[in-house]
């Protein structure tokens, strides 16, 4: 089994810049694929970011291109995204979610992707 536990969420102005951390256990954690996710309130949950086990092939959703960068650092089991000039429309509850893969490429940009998701840290940019 695995485990996924984000934090890092918070409230900032537009413009503004948060870095969210998931931190997992259960497995080797450089068998993950990785990915993240969001879900406004009313809204269906949305892919924003996807990593390989490598950490050498990342996606993007278009919406968050330039301003958010995936990272993962095996040594200490965690994935981040860093959030820089934050808009209104990027407030949701962010999760993170993974799989277990053989590809050292794989990489999924749909909920149907992954096996594992944390339990999601809340996102708010006031204008």
């Known amino acids: 089994q695995v485990q996924l536990v984000e934090s890092g969420g918070g409230l900032v102005q537009a413009g503004g810049s948060l870095r969210l951390s998931c931190a997992a256990s259960?497995?080797?954690?450089?068998?993950?694929?990785m990915g993240w996710f969001r879900q406004a309130p009313g809204k269906e949950r949305e892919f924003v970011a996807s990593?390989?086990?490598?950490?050498?092939?990342?996606s993007y959703a278009d919406s968050v291109k330039g301003r958010f960068t995936i990272s993962r650092d095996d040594a200490k089991n965690t994935m981040y995204l860093q959030m820089n000039n934050l808009k209104p429309e990027d407030t949701a509850v962010y999760y993170c979610?993974?799989?277990?893969?053989?590809?050292?490429?794989?990489?999924?940009?749909?909920?149907?992707?992954?096996?594992?998701w944390g339990q999601g840290t809340q996102v708010t940019a006031s204008s």
């Open positions: 979610a993974a799989k277990v893969v053989d590809s050292r490429f794989y990489t999924a940009s749909s909920v149907r992707g992954y096996d594992y």
């Open positions: 259960g497995r080797t954690f450089s068998s993950y694929a």
């Open positions: 990593i390989s086990r490598s950490g050498g092939s990342t």
